[in-house]
């Protein structure tokens, strides 16, 4: 499993590069980005929570951005 997780934590490192944030802020954007392509995330989003693919992705763009925006403030 070494070789798919290493893969996904590239993904999830590329993704937050790309809000060129920094320290502590760029650690929790990290963990949500994280969090956001989990198969156990969207598994409980679409199968449990009986909402579509498209707003899921609208969800966690706004969970994104919403940390990024709040810890801009601060």
């Not at 893969?7 to 954007?29: K, N």
């Not at 449990?48 to 994104?64: G, R, T």
């Amino acid at each position: 499993m070494e070789p798919f997780l290493a893969y996904w934590r590239q993904v999830r490192d590329g993704l937050a590069q790309g809000w060129g944030t920094q320290g502590r802020l760029h650690e929790r954007l990290r963990a949500v980005l994280a969090h956001a392509l989990d198969f156990q995330t969207w598994y409980a989003f679409v199968r449990e929570q009986s909402l579509c693919e498209d707003e899921v992705v609208a969800l966690m763009v706004q969970f994104v951005r919403c940390i990024v925006s709040e810890c801009e403030r601060e």
